[in-house]
């Protein structure tokens, strides 16, 4: 699966949201026609019935003429005068051609008022014309959706389908070239998949940005729907009762029914629809009016319940952690105002939906996540407050690291281990959150031997382990915040072997299969050299079998990353060397690990006479140390 998974999934329920929007504003459209052809219709009769009358009246008014009865004669006339005043109350649109042009001097109607008729019916008819046409181009616009989601779907049940394929093949304790073999086979054809889709439909940002124009243009076409049912009701005050239109500003539950008895609105479906359409239009506005909107937004339970399901999250997830600003990876820099207002406004709203919670079970667990990613968030904005000062000049000591951030994040790494809380931290944030605090630690402090740091650093290394295991989505999102993986990579240079081992749990999931981004951010952030030039000073068996499991996933990724191994004094002589490496547990990692790394570069080293002939050091590692992998190594759920 692609890093598009996500953002796939938040376009599929809007797209359904707007299939059931345009499915409701096609009845509309058939309601309003047909009630703006009655009410023609209607006008048509009432005019041919006043013209009949007026003529009866013309033809009495020369017969008393005649007779000389002038008193009868001038009550016809006021009646006359009557009749016609009201017809142009009634039926005169007040956006037609200047009526009292067509009148004689003595203010009697002429005969060929015809022109208020038709002045109405082409209004009617362009209105009506108007309406179809943008009703054409939304459907339009609909299919296309439609139509790539479903060749998504596609694609994506075809790399389900092979990563399946995948999971289910027996793990052996030996290495086996048959198995080997099938498994690069179905690596070939995901990737094959992955190329298609790419040439189809392109990356995930050009998917995003056609997805966001689509929505930009269906915004317009509500908006000139709007537009167009406003003249309508200015041309017929009537036609109020046929066209609807909903302030998108007012509570959906008062809505206008469509017809004078649906007067039971659906309150849970227009919020829904309402949320939708807000979404689509927030996507492209300023963070700081995007934050204000969803808090204002969040203010009673229901609506936090119809912006969780319409997807508001992510978006304020984006608010919280968004894109990195600038090449440190800080997000938002000194100069950008609002940033960190927005951010406040984004966390009170995401406060306000996880306590609207409805279900009580994942309440009290997403509350208790949301206690330590609060504080782990405050702790990161006190930081970044003090680096922004630094950069404008300021001077002073860095934030002393409190215990009590030591213990959110030691209470999130355990959290992290059962599966339900970690579906609660993907929800929250969580991931985006721990690599935030990693990477605004290690900016403060750099390199350091506090107890205190290096604790902190251990926890949230064995948390993103735990939230990067197995999850496709997870390795892409923490791959793209470049900041937080040079803040990873840096701590191979530690003399914490600890962390050592914690750092290459991470490296070895994000580098199993790693998408094309994933692997591109893995080799510029030299994870290849850090990782290799680790290895040999480690100095037991638990950090050696970490380490060389992420070289032998990195080693498979390029060229670049097997040239990189060799290009680190002793590395060839060291790999060489594990392969007679002899532990207490008689386990067969560290063997396996070296030997597949070799084998991966050896088609690199077929080509390199220096490479051939390095020397061979031997493995530094303590035989018999036997540690393994437990409680303290995450990376095996």
């Known amino acids: 699966m692609t890093s598009s998974v996500a953002p796939y999934e938040q376009l599929v329920r809007q797209v359904e949201a707007l299939k059931a929007e345009n499915s409701h504003l096609r009845q509309e459209l058939r309601d309003n026609s047909s009630h703006l052809s009655k009410l023609e219709t209607e006008t048509s009769g009432m005019k041919e019935v006043l013209k009949h009358l007026q003529g009866k009246l013309e033809q009495e008014a020369r017969m008393l003429v005649s007779s000389g009865q002038t008193e009868v004669l001038e009550q016809l006339k006021a009646l006359q005068v009557d009749i016609t005043s009201l017809y142009n109350l009634k039926f005169q649109p007040p956006a037609l051609g200047p009526e009292p042009a067509a009148r004689t001097p003595e203010g009697s109607p002429v005969h060929g008022s015809g022109p208020s008729k038709d002045g109405f019916g082409e209004l009617s008819r362009a209105t009506i014309r108007l309406l179809e046409e943008l009703d054409r181009e939304r459907c339009f616009l609909l299919n296309e959706i439609e139509k790539e989601e479903k060749e998504k779907l596609w694609y994506y049940s075809q790399l389900q389908g092979l990563s399946k394929r995948l999971d289910e093949?027996?793990?052996?304790?030996?290495?086996?070239?048959?198995?080997?073999?099938?498994?690069?086979?179905?690596?070939?054809?995901?990737?094959?998949?992955?190329?298609?889709?790419?040439?189809?439909?392109?990356?995930?940002?050009?998917?995003?940005?056609?997805?966001?124009?689509?929505?930009?243009?269906?915004?317009?076409?509500?908006?000139?729907?709007?537009?167009?049912?406003?003249?309508?009701?200015?041309?017929?005050?009537?036609?109020?009762?046929?066209?609807?239109?909903?302030?998108?500003?007012?509570?959906?539950?008062?809505?206008?029914?469509?017809?004078?008895?649906?007067?039971?609105?659906?309150?849970?479906?227009?919020?829904?629809?309402?949320?939708?359409?807000?979404?689509?239009?927030?996507?492209?506005r300023d963070q700081e009016d995007t934050a204000r909107t969803l808090l204002a937004m969040s203010s009673s339970p229901e609506s936090c319940v119809a912006m969780r399901r319409s997807g508001c999250l992510p978006l304020l997830l984006q608010i919280l952690h968004g894109t990195e600003a600038e090449a440190g990876g800080?997000?938002?820099?000194?100069?950008?105002?609002?940033?960190?207002?927005?951010?406040?406004?984004?966390?009170?709203?995401?406060?306000?939906?996880?306590?609207?919670?409805?279900?009580?079970?994942?309440?009290?667990?997403?509350?208790?996540?949301?206690?330590?990613?609060?504080?782990?968030r405050a702790y990161c904005e006190t930081c970044w407050d003090w680096l922004r000062a630094q950069d404008g000049g300021a001077g002073g000591?860095?934030?002393?690291?409190?215990?009590?951030?030591?213990?959110?994040?030691?209470?999130?790494?355990?959290?992290?281990?059962?599966?339900?809380?970690?579906?609660?931290?993907?929800?929250?944030?969580?991931?985006?959150?721990?690599?935030e605090l990693l990477q605004v630690d290690y900016e403060m402090h750099k390199m350091t031997r506090d107890p205190l740091n290096l604790a902190l650093r251990r926890y949230a290394g064995m948390t993103l382990t735990n939230l990067t295991f197995g999850d496709v989505a997870n390795k892409a999102t923490l791959c793209a915040r470049r900041g937080c993986m040079?803040?990873?990579?840096?701590?191979?240079?530690?003399?914490?072997?600890?962390?050592?081992?914690?750092?290459?749990?991470?490296?070895?999931?994000?580098?199993?299969?790693?998408?094309?981004?994933?692997?591109?951010?893995?080799?510029?952030?030299?994870?290849?050299?850090?990782?290799?030039q680790c290895v040999l000073r480690a100095s037991k068996e638990s950090t050696l079998k970490s380490v060389l499991s992420a070289l032998w996933n990195l080693s498979a990724h390029s060229t670049e990353n097997k040239a990189a191994i060799c290009q680190v004094d002793g590395a060839l002589g060291f790999l060489v060397s594990t392969l007679t490496y002899k532990c207490q547990s008689n386990s067969l990692a560290i063997i396996e690990s070296g030997g597949g790394i070799l084998r991966n570069v050896s088609s690199l080293i077929a080509t390199r006479e220096d490479y051939r002939s390095a020397p061979a050091p031997p493995v530094t590692g303590t035989p018999g140390s036997g540690l393994g992998l437990g409680v303290a190594d995450p990376a095996l759920l």
Not at 262 to 271: E, F, H, I, R, V
Not at 419 to 431: D, F, I, P, T, V
Not at 489 to 503: D, I, R
Not at 516 to 523: A, G, H, T
């Open 169 to 284: 093949l027996p793990h052996v304790e030996t290495f086996s070239m048959q198995m080997d073999l099938i498994r690069q086979q179905l690596e070939f054809e995901a990737q094959h998949i992955r190329s298609l889709m790419e040439e189809r439909f392109g990356t995930s940002d050009e998917m995003v940005q056609r997805a966001q124009i689509r929505a930009s243009r269906l915004e317009q076409i509500d908006k000139e729907l709007l537009s167009a049912q406003d003249r309508v009701q200015q041309t017929e005050p009537q036609a109020l009762l046929a066209v609807k239109s909903v302030p998108l500003e007012e509570d959906p539950e008062t809505e206008v029914p469509t017809h004078p008895g649906d007067g039971a609105p659906q309150p849970g479906n227009s919020k829904v629809e309402v949320v939708f359409w807000l979404l689509s239009m927030l996507a492209t």
């Open 486 to 532: 040079e803040a990873i990579v840096a701590q191979l240079a530690s003399e914490s072997e600890e962390l050592h081992q914690v750092v290459s749990s991470i490296l070895r999931n994000l580098s199993w299969r790693a998408d094309i981004n994933s692997k591109k951010v893995l080799r510029e952030v030299g994870s290849m050299t850090a990782l290799m």
């Open 397 to 435: 000591s860095p934030v002393p690291i409190e215990p009590q951030i030591c213990q959110a994040t030691c209470a999130v790494m355990k959290l992290s281990f059962d599966e339900e809380y970690r579906r609660a931290m993907n929800e929250l944030g969580g991931l985006q959150a721990v690599a």
């Open 330 to 376: 800080r997000p938002g820099t000194p100069g950008a105002p609002g940033a960190k207002d927005a951010r406040m406004r984004a966390n009170a709203a995401l406060h306000n939906i996880v306590f609207s919670q409805p279900d009580q079970g994942l309440a009290r667990k997403e509350m208790r996540v949301l206690h330590v990613l609060e504080q782990i």
